[in-house]
């Protein structure tokens, strides 16, 4: 079978947009903090489970890496979309939800959902009072969308550096930067060389993830 591998079959130009991933519950649930749901998690085994936009999404991976790095009994719930997930976590079917914000915000500011933190490095702009999983002291809880601009490999190299400050100059536009943030994204447009470290980082990162929770391809 013919296989493509980022490392050997591509170039990257940037790392455009991130897009940061929440943990959000439904009201019912009696936790106002990260630290109170995982208490009910582990005084309950076996009764709460999280929904996601699908398996092996970001989402799903955080999810695992909260589970595994805890130590919780927690179900995955795959949707095929994060908009029925949210729909099945505001009806009271799934009582938790991981993953993008912005299709949740509605929820979040009617009430219907309760955002307890982010699972990206820094807190999301359009929710500031919604904290970091590291600022409450889950440091291994990290992982969130990114969106990357990419070129086959052996692009001359002089291409890909007037690649990298267009997609920079794109993405930087205010009508473009405001876009972005109500989609729930931020631009990132850093160099070739930060795109390479990074995607290789993650990709070993959740490698490990994906080995430990056994998670198949659909």
């Known amino acids: ?21 929440l943990v959000i519950i439904n009201p019912s649930v009696q936790a106002q903090t990260v630290k109170d749901l995982i208490a009910l998690i582990k005084a309950n085994p076996g009764k709460y489970n999280y929904a996601t936009g699908g398996t092996g999404s970001a989402a799903h991976l955080v999810g695992e890496q909260l589970r595994l790095s805890l130590g919780l009994d927690l179900v995955h719930i795959p949707y095929n979309s994060a908009g029925l997930a949210i729909g099945s976590v505001v009806a009271g079917h799934a009582p938790i ?6 299709p949740a915000l509605p929820q979040i500011e009617e009430g219907k959902l309760r955002a307890l933190a982010v699972t990206s490095k820094t807190r999301w702009k359009t929710l500031p009072g919604v904290p970091a999983m590291a600022e409450i002291g889950y ?48 631009p990132v447009a850093n160099t070739p060389g930060e795109s390479a470290f990074q995607i290789r980082a993650e990709i070993a990162k959740w490698a490990k993830i994906i080995r430990a929770a056994n998670i198949k391809a659909e």
């Open 1 to 21: 079978m013919f296989r493509m591998t980022p490392y050997k079959d591509f170039e990257p130009i940037a790392v455009a947009v991130t897009n940061p991933l």
């Open 97 to 102: 939800y991981i993953g993008s914000p912005a």
């Open 139 to 186: 440091t291994d809880i990290e992982g969130e969308n990114w969106q990357a601009v990419l070129v086959p490999a052996g692009t001359p190299k002089e291409v890909i550096t007037l690649l990298n400050q267009e997609v920079i100059k794109i993405v930087m536009l205010p009508d473009i930067k405001e876009r972005m943030a109500v989609l729930g994204f931020e």
